[in-house]
């Protein structure tokens, strides 16, 4: 055994698999019972517990710089090298050993012989047609910061070679020191009892791009047929923009998909990446970024449902303020925002990221656990999950099982449709209510209602006092029989409101006040 924790051992982690979970843990159970200083750095974020524990430093790196370009995975793999190494040096540790976490361990003496009495500064093996792997080797930790290149993007590192062997070998060669490189005639002589690449992938097998000409991105299978799951994400964001499920996508044939609401696109800021799924491994392929630092602030909060739905047209729309532009609204003139059927917040994010005081009514309990979980910890924004109606107590709400915008007080949907429906008994306010007991203040700068055909409901119960509480409205119409807008345009006609209506495109009457839906915006 090493008789000195003077040794580091970096472990590279990307879980692809269910499997190689398992085979991570196995790994650190048995190099955490090496004499080593014990290093994990993940590109996963959900590595058990148990493990970081049996860790001497574990780190997440949630910046994964891959894209469709075969090898590009190197990028990621040298930047959690250099994070490992640094922090290594930082400690006082001369030596490390490295490996990916793909290995079985039979035989923790056989990383013995890797050191070599210390008369190399890096030992590895043959990989291809290199004399060295940064998959595994046994080095100097000043010997690889002082002498090897460490890439921050794709096009840097490809700008040199496309594989990482290559880089790093180009860089020992430039600096004669190939003296100083031991190197084992393969990686099964380097390992020895031990068994190495025991997961493996050809992503290859999909090739992913996107035409901006004709607005559709195309998938072409060159392996096995595929039948499963398909998304499409905005990169900027981490915002789903296109799903379907039981995608079939046979082998040799490649598929164009357009995804709704394709006007959106041209407002993505950084790339798109594809997500397939197959024998449980997430096949990724990345698109058109040209900054993987480049993100969202709030992407980590819209990553909590990024496997729900398609949303990316909902963020764009809010994202960019279209829907406030339009309406000539300063966002910054706004102190307290109230937004009645919040679904996920994206209506309600301008003002988050102002740190302007927002509620979020959202009667789905589904909806509200999600609203809870992403913003719940902000002291400006306060969730309540109630139904907004004409009574306090309870009501039943109709979940759609598809969709999450569409859930009602009404069983049939805004889109005449009642089937995918689950029944829920809820708690339900009136505006009353909501607006005297549960919202601090006495002015509201802007109030949108967007509640699914119950927004008759609250403005027939809605005291005169309380409506003027309020000094501006964004009201979409649902289900809209027998001009019962008018009865919402009257009341705010009586309290001084000035109104203008809004056709929606999919509209074909002449006049709004004809059409089932519409949008009110008002103002006194």
């Known amino acids: 055994m ?198 493996g992938y050809n992503y290859s097998n999909f090739e992913f791009w996107y035409s901006p000409n004709e607005w559709k991105f195309f998938v072409k299978n060159n392996g096995e047929d595929y039948l499963g799951d398909i998304r499409i994400f905005d990169y900027y964001s981490d915002v789903c923009l296109y799903y379907e499920k039981n995608f079939r996508h046979d082998s040799g044939i490649t598929m164009w998909i357009s995804p709704p609401m394709v006007q959106y696109m041209p407002y993505a800021k950084n790339g798109y990446y594809l997500e397939l799924y197959k024998n449980g491994i997430t096949i990724r392929k990345n698109i058109m970024i040209s900054d993987f630092n480049y993100k969202d602030p709030f992407h980590k909060k819209f990553r909590t449902i990024r496997l729900k739905e398609s949303k990316f047209n909902e963020y764009i729309e809010f994202d960019d303020l279209m829907e406030y532009r339009v309406l000539n609204i300063d966002i910054d003139s706004i102190k307290t925002f109230i937004d009645i059927g919040a679904n996920y917040g994206f209506s309600s994010v301008p003002f988050m990221r102002k740190g302007i005081k927002t509620y979020m009514i959202e009667g789905d309990k589904n909806n509200a656990e999600i609203l809870n979980e992403m913003y719940g910890r902000s002291n400006s924004i306060k969730i309540i999950d109630k139904v907004i109606s004409d009574i306090d107590g309870e009501i039943d709400l109709y979940i759609d099982d598809v969709y999450s915008t569409i859930s009602s007080i009404f069983e049939t949907d805004a889109n005449g449709k009642s089937d995918n429906k689950t029944k829920m008994t809820v708690p339900s306010i009136t505006p009353n209510t909501l607006l005297e007991k549960y919202i601090e203040e006495d002015i509201i700068d802007l109030m949108k209602v967007d509640i699914e055909g119950a927004e008759y409901k609250l403005f027939e119960s809605i005291s005169d006092s309380n409506l003027k509480k309020v000094n501006k409205f964004m009201i979409e119409i649902h289900n809209n029989d027998n001009y019962q807008v008018m009865n919402i345009l009257t009341k705010l006609a009586k309290n001084d409101y000035v109104y203008k209506l809004y056709n929606l495109p999919f509209e074909k009457q002449d006049y709004v006040v004809e059409q089932s839906r519409g949008f009110i915006y008002a103002w006194r």
């Open 2 to 199: 090493i008789d000195t924790k003077k040794h580091g051992y970096i472990v590279t982690y990307y879980k692809s698999t269910p499997d190689g979970e398992k085979i991570l843990i196995d790994l650190i159970n048995a190099i955490s019972k090496m004499n080593v200083y014990l290093v994990l750095g993940s590109h996963s974020a959900d590595v058990p517990l148990e493990i970081q524990k049996k860790c001497d430093f574990y780190f997440y790196q949630e910046l994964n710089i891959v894209d469709d370009r075969k090898y590009s995975h190197g990028v990621a793999e040298n930047n959690i090298i250099e994070i490992a190494l640094q922090h290594l040096k930082w400690k006082g540790i001369e030596w490390t050993f490295k490996s990916c976490y793909d290995i079985i361990v039979n035989d923790t003496d056989r990383f013995n012989d890797w050191v070599k009495d210390y008369k190399y500064n890096f030992v590895s093996c043959i990989w291809g047609d290199n004399f060295l792997a940064t998959h595994s080797f046994f080095a100097n930790v000043d010997f690889i910061l002082n002498n090897i290149r460490f890439y921050k993007t794709v096009e840097e590192m490809f700008s040199i070679n496309t594989v990482l062997e290559n880089c790093w070998q180009r860089d020992i060669e430039i600096r004669n020191l190939k003296n100083q490189v031991f190197s084992y005639p393969s990686k099964a002589d380097m390992y020895g009892d031990n068994q190495i690449d025991v997961i």
